[in-house]
Protein backbone atom coordinates (compact mmCIF):
# COMPACT_ATOMS: atom_id res chain seq x y z
CA UNK A 1 0.00 0.00 0.00
CA UNK A 2 1.11 3.28 -1.10
CA UNK A 3 2.22 5.89 1.84
CA UNK A 4 -0.34 8.38 0.45
CA UNK A 5 -2.77 5.81 0.77
CA UNK A 6 -2.05 4.44 4.09
CA UNK A 7 -1.86 7.84 5.89
CA UNK A 8 -5.40 8.77 4.12
CA UNK A 9 -7.11 5.25 5.79
CA UNK A 10 -5.41 5.89 8.51
CA UNK A 11 -6.70 9.47 8.70
CA UNK A 12 -10.35 8.36 8.17
CA UNK A 13 -10.27 5.20 10.79
CA UNK A 14 -8.36 8.07 13.23
CA UNK A 15 -10.90 10.31 12.36
CA UNK A 16 -14.30 7.56 12.51
CA UNK A 17 -12.28 6.37 15.84
CA UNK A 18 -12.54 9.90 17.10
CA UNK A 19 -16.26 9.91 16.29
CA UNK A 20 -16.56 7.03 18.14
CA UNK A 21 -15.31 8.50 21.50
CA UNK A 22 -16.98 11.43 21.44
CA UNK A 23 -19.95 9.28 21.16
CA UNK A 24 -18.74 7.71 24.07
CA UNK A 25 -18.07 10.77 26.05
CA UNK A 26 -21.86 11.79 25.18
CA UNK A 27 -23.31 8.33 25.71
CA UNK A 28 -21.76 8.16 29.01
CA UNK A 29 -23.80 11.43 30.45
CA UNK A 30 -26.63 9.78 29.43
CA UNK A 31 -26.24 6.44 30.20
CA UNK A 32 -23.54 3.79 29.76
CA UNK A 33 -22.72 2.47 26.71
CA UNK A 34 -23.89 -1.44 26.19
CA UNK A 35 -21.69 -4.30 25.15
CA UNK A 36 -23.44 -4.38 22.01
CA UNK A 37 -22.98 -0.96 20.92
CA UNK A 38 -19.79 -1.26 20.97
CA UNK A 39 -19.96 -4.49 18.71
CA UNK A 40 -21.96 -2.85 16.23
CA UNK A 41 -19.10 -0.05 16.43
CA UNK A 42 -16.33 -2.51 15.59
CA UNK A 43 -18.01 -4.21 13.14
CA UNK A 44 -18.57 -0.99 10.96
CA UNK A 45 -14.95 0.28 11.07
CA UNK A 46 -13.87 -3.04 10.44
CA UNK A 47 -16.37 -2.90 7.19
CA UNK A 48 -15.13 0.66 6.77
CA UNK A 49 -11.31 0.09 6.07
CA UNK A 50 -12.03 -3.39 4.52
CA UNK A 51 -14.20 -1.44 1.79
CA UNK A 52 -11.77 0.65 1.39
CA UNK A 53 -8.85 -1.79 1.22
CA UNK A 54 -10.52 -3.28 -1.99
CA UNK A 55 -11.31 0.09 -3.87
CA UNK A 56 -7.32 0.98 -3.26
CA UNK A 57 -6.34 -2.06 -4.61
CA UNK A 58 -9.10 -2.69 -7.29
CA UNK A 59 -9.88 0.32 -8.41
CA UNK A 60 -9.77 0.75 -12.24
CA UNK A 61 -7.15 3.83 -11.93
CA UNK A 62 -4.60 4.38 -9.44
CA UNK A 63 -5.72 6.58 -6.28
CA UNK A 64 -3.43 9.24 -6.29
CA UNK A 65 -3.28 11.92 -3.44
CA UNK A 66 -6.35 14.08 -4.38
CA UNK A 67 -8.61 11.23 -5.43
CA UNK A 68 -7.55 10.00 -1.89
CA UNK A 69 -8.33 12.60 -0.11
CA UNK A 70 -12.00 13.37 -1.96
CA UNK A 71 -12.56 9.71 -1.31
CA UNK A 72 -12.50 10.54 1.95
CA UNK A 73 -12.89 14.31 2.79
CA UNK A 74 -15.76 14.35 0.51
CA UNK A 75 -17.57 11.11 -0.07
CA UNK A 76 -17.00 8.98 2.96
CA UNK A 77 -17.16 11.75 5.85
CA UNK A 78 -20.15 13.59 4.90
CA UNK A 79 -21.81 10.86 3.87
CA UNK A 80 -21.73 9.28 6.81
CA UNK A 81 -23.04 13.09 8.67
CA UNK A 82 -25.60 13.44 6.46
CA UNK A 83 -27.96 10.10 6.91
CA UNK A 84 -28.21 12.14 9.89
CA UNK A 85 -29.13 15.19 9.61
CA UNK A 86 -28.57 18.31 6.73
CA UNK A 87 -26.55 20.33 8.55
CA UNK A 88 -23.55 18.47 10.39
CA UNK A 89 -20.79 18.61 8.53
CA UNK A 90 -17.08 17.50 8.45
CA UNK A 91 -14.27 20.32 7.59
CA UNK A 92 -10.94 19.19 5.55
CA UNK A 93 -7.97 21.48 6.45
CA UNK A 94 -9.01 24.51 3.57
CA UNK A 95 -12.52 24.32 4.91
CA UNK A 96 -11.54 24.73 8.31
CA UNK A 97 -9.76 27.31 7.96
CA UNK A 98 -12.01 29.27 6.05
CA UNK A 99 -14.89 28.40 8.86
CA UNK A 100 -12.60 30.33 11.54
CA UNK A 101 -11.46 32.79 9.26
CA UNK A 102 -15.30 34.02 8.57
CA UNK A 103 -16.05 33.43 12.41
CA UNK A 104 -12.78 35.90 13.30
CA UNK A 105 -14.07 38.49 10.81
CA UNK A 106 -10.66 39.01 9.83
CA UNK A 107 -7.43 38.15 7.65
CA UNK A 108 -4.07 39.10 6.68
CA UNK A 109 -4.35 40.09 2.80
CA UNK A 110 -4.94 42.90 0.12
CA UNK A 111 -8.58 43.27 0.50
CA UNK A 112 -10.18 42.84 -2.44
CA UNK A 113 -13.40 40.49 -3.86
CA UNK A 114 -12.53 39.01 -7.08
CA UNK A 115 -14.28 36.64 -9.45
CA UNK A 116 -13.71 34.17 -12.35
CA UNK A 117 -14.91 35.01 -15.56
CA UNK A 118 -14.40 33.45 -19.40
CA UNK A 119 -12.91 36.50 -21.21
CA UNK A 120 -12.11 34.53 -25.07
CA UNK A 121 -10.91 30.89 -24.10
CA UNK A 122 -9.47 31.49 -20.47
CA UNK A 123 -10.82 31.77 -17.58
CA UNK A 124 -9.58 35.38 -15.80
CA UNK A 125 -9.81 36.65 -12.58
CA UNK A 126 -11.55 40.25 -12.27
CA UNK A 127 -11.64 42.52 -9.65
CA UNK A 128 -15.11 42.85 -8.66
CA UNK A 129 -14.18 45.54 -5.58
CA UNK A 130 -11.56 46.46 -3.06
CA UNK A 131 -13.01 47.15 0.42
CA UNK A 132 -12.58 50.94 1.55
CA UNK A 133 -9.33 51.36 3.62
CA UNK A 134 -7.43 48.12 2.36
CA UNK A 135 -3.91 48.32 0.61
CA UNK A 136 -5.43 47.59 -2.82
CA UNK A 137 -8.23 50.59 -2.42
CA UNK A 138 -5.89 53.00 -1.38
CA UNK A 139 -3.18 51.47 -4.46
CA UNK A 140 -5.88 52.52 -7.02
CA UNK A 141 -7.08 48.97 -7.98
CA UNK A 142 -10.37 49.26 -9.59
CA UNK A 143 -13.64 47.11 -10.19
CA UNK A 144 -13.26 45.23 -13.48
CA UNK A 145 -8.84 45.06 -13.29
CA UNK A 146 -8.40 41.79 -14.49
CA UNK A 147 -5.53 39.89 -12.21
CA UNK A 148 -2.81 39.48 -14.62
CA UNK A 149 -0.13 37.82 -12.21
CA UNK A 150 0.81 37.68 -8.42
CA UNK A 151 4.34 38.18 -7.62
CA UNK A 152 5.19 37.06 -11.52
CA UNK A 153 2.88 33.77 -11.18
CA UNK A 154 0.28 33.48 -13.89
CA UNK A 155 -3.27 33.72 -12.60
CA UNK A 156 -4.37 32.18 -15.98
CA UNK A 157 -7.56 29.36 -15.53
CA UNK A 158 -7.25 29.23 -11.78
CA UNK A 159 -10.14 29.83 -9.43
CA UNK A 160 -10.80 32.47 -7.25
CA UNK A 161 -9.81 30.50 -4.42
CA UNK A 162 -6.21 29.83 -5.63
CA UNK A 163 -5.85 33.43 -6.62
CA UNK A 164 -7.35 34.68 -2.88
CA UNK A 165 -4.47 32.21 -1.26
CA UNK A 166 -1.72 33.85 -3.53
CA UNK A 167 -2.96 37.48 -2.63
CA UNK A 168 -3.23 36.40 1.30
CA UNK A 169 0.38 36.07 3.96
CA UNK A 170 1.53 37.08 7.21
CA UNK A 171 0.60 41.36 7.89
CA UNK A 172 3.58 43.62 6.23
CA UNK A 173 4.44 41.97 3.70
CA UNK A 174 5.17 42.78 -0.19
CA UNK A 175 3.12 41.20 -3.07
CA UNK A 176 3.13 42.16 -6.63
CA UNK A 177 -0.41 42.59 -8.51
CA UNK A 178 0.03 43.15 -12.07
CA UNK A 179 -3.77 44.14 -13.81
CA UNK A 180 -5.03 44.69 -17.38
CA UNK A 181 -7.15 47.51 -17.07
CA UNK A 182 -9.55 49.01 -19.72
CA UNK A 183 -8.36 52.44 -21.43
CA UNK A 184 -4.65 51.19 -20.69
CA UNK A 185 -1.83 50.34 -23.24
CA UNK A 186 0.19 48.27 -20.97
CA UNK A 187 -0.04 46.22 -17.19
CA UNK A 188 -0.17 48.24 -14.38
CA UNK A 189 1.63 46.92 -11.17
CA UNK A 190 0.81 47.07 -7.62
CA UNK A 191 3.20 46.88 -4.95
CA UNK A 192 0.93 45.81 -2.13
CA UNK A 193 1.85 45.70 1.56
CA UNK A 194 -0.25 42.96 3.35
CA UNK A 195 -2.61 44.28 6.06
CA UNK A 196 -5.01 43.09 8.79
CA UNK A 197 -8.42 43.08 6.84
CA UNK A 198 -11.50 43.61 8.54
CA UNK A 199 -14.65 41.39 7.48
CA UNK A 200 -18.03 43.26 8.69
CA UNK A 201 -21.11 41.59 8.94
CA UNK A 202 -23.03 45.04 8.53
CA UNK A 203 -22.49 46.24 5.53
CA UNK A 204 -24.77 48.99 5.30
CA UNK A 205 -26.13 51.15 7.66
CA UNK A 206 -27.60 54.48 6.85
CA UNK A 207 -30.82 56.47 7.41
CA UNK A 208 -32.75 54.82 4.27
CA UNK A 209 -35.42 57.60 5.24
CA UNK A 210 -36.37 60.72 7.55
CA UNK A 211 -35.69 59.11 11.14
CA UNK A 212 -35.61 55.60 10.19
CA UNK A 213 -32.56 53.98 10.11
CA UNK A 214 -31.31 51.03 8.10
CA UNK A 215 -29.04 47.76 9.03
CA UNK A 216 -27.79 45.03 6.87
CA UNK A 217 -26.45 42.08 8.74
CA UNK A 218 -24.82 39.60 6.39
CA UNK A 219 -23.90 36.73 8.99
CA UNK A 220 -23.13 36.18 12.52
CA UNK A 221 -18.93 36.39 13.52
CA UNK A 222 -17.43 37.25 16.26
CA UNK A 223 -18.35 41.12 15.66
CA UNK A 224 -21.42 41.01 14.59
CA UNK A 225 -23.11 42.30 17.81
CA UNK A 226 -20.63 45.08 18.47
CA UNK A 227 -21.01 46.41 14.94
CA UNK A 228 -24.82 46.60 15.13
CA UNK A 229 -24.05 48.56 18.46
CA UNK A 230 -21.88 50.97 16.69
CA UNK A 231 -24.43 51.65 13.73
CA UNK A 232 -27.13 52.39 16.74
CA UNK A 233 -24.81 54.81 18.42
CA UNK A 234 -24.26 56.32 14.94
CA UNK A 235 -27.90 56.68 14.65
CA UNK A 236 -28.81 58.33 17.87
CA UNK A 237 -32.59 59.27 18.24
CA UNK A 238 -34.70 57.71 15.78
CA UNK A 239 -38.44 56.90 14.84
CA UNK A 240 -37.73 53.45 13.70
CA UNK A 241 -35.37 50.87 12.23
CA UNK A 242 -35.29 48.33 9.75
CA UNK A 243 -33.05 45.18 10.10
CA UNK A 244 -32.57 43.30 6.85
CA UNK A 245 -31.66 39.83 7.40
CA UNK A 246 -32.16 38.34 4.00
CA UNK A 247 -30.24 35.82 2.78
CA UNK A 248 -28.64 35.61 6.20
CA UNK A 249 -27.13 32.12 6.79
CA UNK A 250 -26.71 32.72 10.28
CA UNK A 251 -23.29 32.17 12.26
CA UNK A 252 -22.70 32.27 15.94
CA UNK A 253 -25.55 31.36 18.23
CA UNK A 254 -24.05 34.08 21.02
CA UNK A 255 -23.76 36.65 18.77
CA UNK A 256 -27.45 36.34 18.21
CA UNK A 257 -27.53 35.93 21.86
CA UNK A 258 -25.67 39.61 21.57
CA UNK A 259 -27.90 41.29 19.26
CA UNK A 260 -31.18 40.21 20.52
CA UNK A 261 -30.01 42.02 23.88
CA UNK A 262 -29.84 45.29 22.38
CA UNK A 263 -33.61 45.52 21.71
CA UNK A 264 -35.57 43.34 24.43
CA UNK A 265 -35.56 43.71 27.91
CA UNK A 266 -33.59 42.79 30.31
CA UNK A 267 -33.98 38.83 31.40
CA UNK A 268 -36.06 38.13 28.57
CA UNK A 269 -35.44 34.89 26.61
CA UNK A 270 -34.05 34.87 23.79
CA UNK A 271 -33.44 31.53 22.61
CA UNK A 272 -33.34 28.22 24.21
CA UNK A 273 -31.47 24.52 23.63
CA UNK A 274 -32.18 20.97 24.52
CA UNK A 275 -29.98 18.14 23.25
CA UNK A 276 -29.09 14.63 24.32
CA UNK A 277 -25.55 15.01 25.79
CA UNK A 278 -25.54 18.16 27.28
CA UNK A 279 -27.12 20.33 29.77
CA UNK A 280 -29.86 22.11 28.75
CA UNK A 281 -29.32 26.05 28.29
CA UNK A 282 -31.26 29.37 28.38
CA UNK A 283 -29.83 32.64 26.88
CA UNK A 284 -31.60 35.76 28.10
CA UNK A 285 -31.12 39.14 27.56
CA UNK A 286 -28.27 39.89 30.28
CA UNK A 287 -28.16 43.93 29.63
CA UNK A 288 -31.60 44.76 28.21
CA UNK A 289 -32.20 47.86 26.29
CA UNK A 290 -34.91 50.72 26.87
CA UNK A 291 -35.28 51.86 23.25
CA UNK A 292 -39.57 52.28 22.24
CA UNK A 293 -38.72 52.61 18.89
CA UNK A 294 -40.73 50.62 16.24
CA UNK A 295 -38.52 48.05 14.39
CA UNK A 296 -39.52 46.01 11.32
CA UNK A 297 -37.53 43.17 10.53
CA UNK A 298 -37.12 41.64 7.10
CA UNK A 299 -36.61 38.10 6.20
CA UNK A 300 -36.97 35.75 3.42
CA UNK A 301 -36.28 32.26 2.67
CA UNK A 302 -32.80 32.21 2.95
CA UNK A 303 -32.64 33.91 6.59
CA UNK A 304 -31.72 30.77 8.68
CA UNK A 305 -30.64 29.98 11.48
CA UNK A 306 -28.66 32.31 14.17
CA UNK A 307 -30.32 35.07 11.41
CA UNK A 308 -33.89 33.22 12.60
CA UNK A 309 -32.98 33.16 16.13
CA UNK A 310 -33.07 36.89 16.10
CA UNK A 311 -36.41 36.79 14.03
CA UNK A 312 -38.25 34.51 16.76
CA UNK A 313 -36.92 36.22 19.48
CA UNK A 314 -37.69 39.73 18.58
CA UNK A 315 -41.38 38.09 16.54
CA UNK A 316 -42.09 36.03 19.87
CA UNK A 317 -41.82 39.34 22.36
CA UNK A 318 -43.59 41.42 20.39
CA UNK A 319 -40.88 43.46 19.89
CA UNK A 320 -40.99 44.00 16.17
CA UNK A 321 -43.16 42.92 13.24
CA UNK A 322 -41.08 40.34 11.34
CA UNK A 323 -41.93 40.92 6.96
CA UNK A 324 -41.20 39.32 3.89
CA UNK A 325 -41.21 35.41 3.19
CA UNK A 326 -41.10 32.53 5.61
CA UNK A 327 -37.52 31.76 6.74
CA UNK A 328 -35.29 28.65 5.87
CA UNK A 329 -36.46 26.71 9.38
CA UNK A 330 -32.86 25.90 10.70
CA UNK A 331 -33.74 24.63 13.96
CA UNK A 332 -30.71 22.95 15.05
CA UNK A 333 -27.60 23.89 16.59
CA UNK A 334 -23.84 22.51 15.64
CA UNK A 335 -20.98 21.83 17.89
CA UNK A 336 -17.03 22.02 16.80
CA UNK A 337 -14.89 19.68 17.68
CA UNK A 338 -11.33 19.85 16.53
CA UNK A 339 -10.82 16.70 15.22
CA UNK A 340 -6.91 17.15 14.86
CA UNK A 341 -4.82 20.29 14.40
CA UNK A 342 -6.34 21.46 11.71
CA UNK A 343 -9.98 19.43 10.62
CA UNK A 344 -13.08 19.86 12.62
CA UNK A 345 -16.84 18.01 12.59
CA UNK A 346 -19.35 20.24 13.15
CA UNK A 347 -21.87 18.13 15.15
CA UNK A 348 -25.92 18.87 15.32
CA UNK A 349 -26.02 18.35 19.30
CA UNK A 350 -29.02 20.42 20.27
CA UNK A 351 -32.26 21.47 19.07
CA UNK A 352 -32.98 25.25 19.79
CA UNK A 353 -36.57 27.12 20.43
CA UNK A 354 -37.93 30.29 20.50
CA UNK A 355 -38.96 32.07 23.62
CA UNK A 356 -42.84 30.82 22.73
CA UNK A 357 -41.69 27.37 22.61
CA UNK A 358 -41.19 26.91 18.69
CA UNK A 359 -39.26 24.70 17.15
CA UNK A 360 -38.51 25.98 13.62
CA UNK A 361 -36.89 22.74 12.13
CA UNK A 362 -38.37 22.10 8.90
CA UNK A 363 -38.71 18.56 8.29
CA UNK A 364 -35.52 16.85 6.38
CA UNK A 365 -36.42 12.90 6.62
CA UNK A 366 -36.56 11.43 3.10
CA UNK A 367 -35.87 14.04 0.97
CA UNK A 368 -32.83 14.62 -0.60
CA UNK A 369 -30.28 17.28 0.12
CA UNK A 370 -30.79 19.26 -3.13
CA UNK A 371 -34.83 19.29 -2.27
CA UNK A 372 -33.86 20.41 1.53
CA UNK A 373 -32.30 23.17 0.19
CA UNK A 374 -34.00 24.45 -2.83
CA UNK A 375 -37.45 22.98 -2.88
CA UNK A 376 -39.84 24.52 -0.08
CA UNK A 377 -43.11 23.00 -0.73
CA UNK A 378 -46.34 22.46 1.85
CA UNK A 379 -44.76 24.69 4.03
CA UNK A 380 -47.90 27.13 4.25
CA UNK A 381 -48.86 29.34 7.50
CA UNK A 382 -50.65 27.14 10.56
CA UNK A 383 -50.82 23.74 8.07
CA UNK A 384 -49.68 20.96 10.11
CA UNK A 385 -47.42 23.43 11.97
CA UNK A 386 -47.49 23.66 16.25
CA UNK A 387 -49.22 26.91 17.38
CA UNK A 388 -47.83 28.98 19.96
CA UNK A 389 -48.31 32.79 21.26
CA UNK A 390 -46.46 35.85 21.59
CA UNK A 391 -46.52 37.85 24.87
CA UNK A 392 -49.49 39.55 23.56
CA UNK A 393 -51.11 36.59 22.23
CA UNK A 394 -50.79 36.74 18.54
CA UNK A 395 -50.22 33.41 17.05
CA UNK A 396 -46.70 32.36 15.59
CA UNK A 397 -46.26 28.78 14.01
CA UNK A 398 -43.13 26.76 14.43
CA UNK A 399 -41.97 23.41 12.29
CA UNK A 400 -41.02 25.12 9.60
CA UNK A 401 -39.16 28.37 9.81
CA UNK A 402 -40.20 31.78 11.03
CA UNK A 403 -43.75 32.86 9.38
CA UNK A 404 -43.49 36.54 8.71
CA UNK A 405 -46.85 38.82 10.33
CA UNK A 406 -46.34 40.57 6.86
CA UNK A 407 -46.04 38.89 3.59
CA UNK A 408 -43.44 40.56 1.59
CA UNK A 409 -42.97 38.78 -1.95
CA UNK A 410 -39.53 38.67 -2.88
CA UNK A 411 -39.43 39.80 -6.92
CA UNK A 412 -39.01 37.22 -9.46
CA UNK A 413 -36.84 38.40 -12.42
CA UNK A 414 -37.28 38.03 -16.15
CA UNK A 415 -35.47 36.22 -18.62
CA UNK A 416 -33.94 39.70 -19.92
CA UNK A 417 -32.68 40.44 -16.45
CA UNK A 418 -31.10 36.89 -16.13
CA UNK A 419 -29.28 37.21 -19.45
CA UNK A 420 -27.94 40.86 -18.54
CA UNK A 421 -26.96 39.26 -14.70
CA UNK A 422 -25.15 35.60 -16.49
CA UNK A 423 -22.92 37.80 -19.25
CA UNK A 424 -21.69 40.27 -16.45
CA UNK A 425 -23.09 43.34 -18.61
CA UNK A 426 -23.67 45.86 -15.57
CA UNK A 427 -20.63 45.66 -14.25
CA UNK A 428 -18.74 45.16 -17.68
CA UNK A 429 -20.67 48.61 -18.89
CA UNK A 430 -19.31 50.18 -15.63
CA UNK A 431 -15.73 49.78 -16.54
CA UNK A 432 -16.42 50.34 -20.16
CA UNK A 433 -18.67 53.79 -19.38
CA UNK A 434 -15.52 54.89 -16.77
CA UNK A 435 -12.85 54.76 -18.89
CA UNK A 436 -14.16 57.55 -21.30
CA UNK A 437 -16.48 58.90 -18.76
CA UNK A 438 -16.60 60.28 -14.84
CA UNK A 439 -19.51 60.47 -12.85
CA UNK A 440 -20.21 62.51 -9.99
CA UNK A 441 -22.38 62.20 -6.47
CA UNK A 442 -25.65 64.04 -8.66
CA UNK A 443 -25.62 61.45 -11.73
CA UNK A 444 -28.66 60.17 -12.69
CA UNK A 445 -28.53 57.63 -15.81
CA UNK A 446 -30.40 59.69 -18.46
CA UNK A 447 -31.06 59.00 -21.99
CA UNK A 448 -28.08 58.92 -22.84
CA UNK A 449 -26.51 57.48 -20.62
CA UNK A 450 -29.18 54.54 -21.21
CA UNK A 451 -28.22 54.59 -25.49
CA UNK A 452 -24.73 53.79 -24.60
CA UNK A 453 -25.96 50.55 -22.54
CA UNK A 454 -28.25 49.55 -25.02
CA UNK A 455 -25.68 50.06 -27.38
CA UNK A 456 -23.57 48.22 -25.40
CA UNK A 457 -25.38 45.27 -24.95
CA UNK A 458 -26.28 45.08 -28.47
CA UNK A 459 -22.11 44.34 -28.76
CA UNK A 460 -22.21 41.42 -26.16
CA UNK A 461 -24.68 39.78 -28.40
CA UNK A 462 -27.92 39.80 -25.77
CA UNK A 463 -31.49 39.90 -27.49
CA UNK A 464 -33.71 42.23 -26.21
CA UNK A 465 -36.05 44.74 -27.45
CA UNK A 466 -36.82 47.85 -26.59
CA UNK A 467 -40.38 46.35 -24.45
CA UNK A 468 -37.70 44.41 -22.75
CA UNK A 469 -36.02 47.81 -21.51
CA UNK A 470 -38.92 49.71 -20.57
CA UNK A 471 -40.60 46.24 -18.81
CA UNK A 472 -37.67 47.02 -15.82
CA UNK A 473 -35.91 50.31 -16.92
CA UNK A 474 -35.64 51.77 -12.97
CA UNK A 475 -34.09 48.18 -12.46
CA UNK A 476 -32.08 48.89 -14.97
CA UNK A 477 -30.93 52.20 -14.05
CA UNK A 478 -30.53 51.57 -10.82
CA UNK A 479 -28.20 48.59 -11.48
CA UNK A 480 -25.92 50.73 -13.61
CA UNK A 481 -25.49 53.81 -11.32
CA UNK A 482 -24.47 51.11 -8.71
CA UNK A 483 -21.96 49.31 -10.44
CA UNK A 484 -20.73 53.27 -11.42
CA UNK A 485 -20.92 54.27 -7.80
CA UNK A 486 -19.14 51.03 -6.33
CA UNK A 487 -16.38 51.96 -9.26
CA UNK A 488 -16.29 55.33 -8.32
CA UNK A 489 -16.91 56.03 -4.76
CA UNK A 490 -16.47 52.58 -3.22
CA UNK A 491 -18.70 49.79 -2.08
CA UNK A 492 -21.29 51.59 0.25
CA UNK A 493 -22.16 54.02 -2.20
CA UNK A 494 -22.85 50.92 -4.48
CA UNK A 495 -25.00 49.36 -1.70
CA UNK A 496 -26.56 52.64 -0.49
CA UNK A 497 -28.14 53.05 -4.43
CA UNK A 498 -29.96 49.96 -4.24
CA UNK A 499 -31.08 50.16 -0.95
CA UNK A 500 -32.72 53.75 -1.87
CA UNK A 501 -34.13 51.74 -4.78
CA UNK A 502 -34.91 48.15 -3.37
CA UNK A 503 -39.00 47.73 -2.93
CA UNK A 504 -38.91 45.49 -0.71
CA UNK A 505 -37.02 47.43 1.91
CA UNK A 506 -39.50 50.39 0.72
CA UNK A 507 -42.22 48.07 1.30
CA UNK A 508 -41.22 47.08 5.08
CA UNK A 509 -40.67 50.96 5.84
CA UNK A 510 -44.59 51.30 5.08
CA UNK A 511 -44.16 48.69 8.47
CA UNK A 512 -43.20 50.94 10.93
CA UNK A 513 -47.06 52.55 12.00
CA UNK A 514 -47.78 48.91 12.32
CA UNK A 515 -44.69 48.46 14.22
CA UNK A 516 -45.19 51.36 16.06
CA UNK A 517 -48.98 50.45 17.07
CA UNK A 518 -47.40 46.82 17.89
CA UNK A 519 -44.74 47.97 19.80
CA UNK A 520 -47.05 50.05 22.03
CA UNK A 521 -49.33 47.28 22.61
CA UNK A 522 -46.91 44.93 23.95
CA UNK A 523 -45.68 47.39 26.57
CA UNK A 524 -49.73 48.40 27.66
CA UNK A 525 -49.01 44.33 28.00
CA UNK A 526 -45.91 44.07 30.07
CA UNK A 527 -47.50 47.26 32.47
CA UNK A 528 -50.36 45.13 32.89
CA UNK A 529 -48.57 42.05 33.62
CA UNK A 530 -46.01 43.84 35.98
CA UNK A 531 -49.02 45.47 38.39
CA UNK A 532 -50.61 41.40 38.43
CA UNK A 533 -47.38 40.43 40.25
Not at 283 to 291: E, I, K, L, N, P
Not at 311 to 333: C, N, P, Y
Not at 439 to 464: C, I, N, Y
Request: aromatic share 10%; net charge negative.
Amino acid sequence: MAPRTRRALFSATVFLATCAILGSVISQKVAAQSASDESTLRDSLHSFTGVYSIVEQNYAEKLNGDKTDKAIYDGAIPGMLHVLDPHSNFYDPKAFAQMREDQHGKYYGVGMQIQPQNIGSVLRIVVVAPFEGTPSYKAGIKPGDIILSVDGKTTDNLDSLAVATMLKGPKGTHVAVAVEREGSSKPLVFDLLRDEIPRYSVDLAFMVRPGIGYIHVTNFMETTSREVGDALDKFGDIKGLVIDLRGNPGGLLNEAVNMSDKFLQKGQIVVSQKGRAFPDQVYRASHGSDTKYPIVVLVNRNTASAAEIVSGALQDHDRALIVGETTFGKGLVQTVFQVSENTGLALTTYHYYTPSGRLIQRNYSNISLYDYYYVREGVEKGANREVKLTDSGRTVYGGGGITPDEKIDTPKSNHFQDELLQHYIFFNFSKHYLANHTVTRDFQVDDAVLSQFKDFVKSKDVEFTDADVAGVSDWIKTSIKSDLFTSQFGQLEGLKVRADWDPEISKAVTYIPEAQALEDHSSKSNIKTASLK
